[in-house]
């Protein structure tokens, strides 16, 4: 994670999101919600619709993983079951070095297998897919093709802004492999914390599992389990000068944590019940639904509207909403009547103290 932009600070931050920020806009998104992620979503499941349910841990990585490889920019020539199997198995280790801070294994140990998921990622996935993006960039500067016909990804507007940015390969590997962590990891979570907290919730009231027909309430579901398990229970940043902070003083250059996990409970914000999962909490006017799950200010998550999409009001009209493609899977999952199995429960992740899932068996009932 060392220098990747969500690590980074000042203007080595700033100049970075500008670049990659190209990537993420409101239109693109809602075009790749609409039209392209329909069929993602129909064709990931078909086989374990065909065998009546699945583990939503392995249902959620396949979902998100070639999803996060459009964005991030590794191309999958092959598009095969075992590429796909191979790109997961190097994500979810890249996931675990991202969040070793919280990892119950050996860190040496770990830290190896990290090093060695990103080399895999460079030799297997990324070298292969910077050369074709160079290729199509110079017959692009040379009137060949038009800028139309290059990716829309991250790794496309790197390299265009390759003099700007100064970046080494080596970074360039831990960029990308940033992004196909935190995309597939993070949004593959959320969908079974979303699950999770509806099921808990609605239990055996069948007026809420009605409501549950209603998208729009599905989305207003899943931004308040966002809140409850943001991704990322803590964010790092270092003070660029002297401030005060409550009783303390913070001097320039200190590391200073925030605690999202708490400050998503906040009672004086979220009212006394804010441990709790209610999908109609109301909310101050000027906070998220989802509260800092997806960060504040220049640190906002350059995925936020298209894990969670914008949230929409009452009676809004539902062809023009952007649900998010996690309110997506999870209306599918519903749809479909994903429940958990009382003889096969879900299993928490021993390899993390994360309160993430790493088994989450789930029938589908209503196929």
């Not at 990324?126 to 990804?153: K, M």
């Not at 496309?156 to 970074?171: G, K």
Request: hydrophobic share 40%; charged share 25%; aromatic share 6%.
């Amino acid at each position: 994670m060392d220098g990747v932009l969500l690590t980074l600070h000042g203007d080595a931050h700033v100049e970075r999101r500008g670049v990659e920020v190209r990537v993420f806009r409101r239109n693109f998104f809602k075009y790749y919600e609409k039209e392209v992620f329909p069929v993602t979503l129909e064709q990931t499941l078909a086989p374990y619709i065909a065998s009546g349910g699945g583990d939503l841990v392995e249902i959620g990585y396949q979902l998100t993983v070639n999803l996060t490889a459009d964005f991030a920019g590794i191309d999958r020539p092959q598009r095969t079951a075992q590429e796909t199997e191979r790109l997961i198995a190097i994500t979810k280790k890249l996931s675990e070095g991202a969040t070793m801070v919280h990892s119950t294994r050996d860190k040496a140990e770990l830290e190896a297998e990290v090093g060695a998921a990103l080399t895999a990622l460079d030799s297997e996935f990324l070298q292969a897919s910077v050369v074709r993006r160079e290729a199509l960039l110079r017959a692009v500067a040379a009137g060949e093709i038009a800028d139309t016909e290059s990716p829309r990804d991250v790794l496309t507007v790197i390299l265009q802004a390759r003099d700007e940015l100064q970046m080494d390969h080596p970074q360039l590997v831990r960029e990308i492999g940033f992004y196909m962590q935190a995309g597939a990891h993070s949004t593959a979570n959320s969908v079974i914390h979303a699950l999770h907290e509806i099921e808990q919730w609605a239990g055996d009231d069948a007026d809420r599992w009605a409501r549950l027909g209603d998208p729009i309430f599905v989305q207003h579901c899943v931004h308040e389990s966002l809140r409850l398990h943001p991704a990322s229970p803590e964010a790092w940043r270092t003070a660029t000068c002297p401030m005060h902070v409550g009783a303390d003083d913070v001097a320039t250059g200190a590391r200073i944590e925030l605690d999202l996990f708490q400050a998503n409970r906040d009672k004086s914000v979220f009212g006394a019940d804010s441990e709790i999962f209610d999908p109609d909490r109301a909310v101050p006017s000027n906070v998220l639904r989802s509260g800092l799950t997806f960060g504040i200010g220049l640190h906002t998550c350059l995925g936020r509207e298209l894990d969670g999409g914008v949230v929409a009001k009452k009676g809004a009209d539902i062809e023009s909403c952007q649900f998010g493609i996690v309110t997506l899977i999870v209306i599918r999952l519903l749809a479909l009547g994903a429940r958990t199995m009382p003889d096969d429960p879900p299993q928490p992740d021993t390899k993390t103290t994360r309160p993430n899932w790493g088994r989450f068996p789930v029938t589908f009932t209503k196929v």
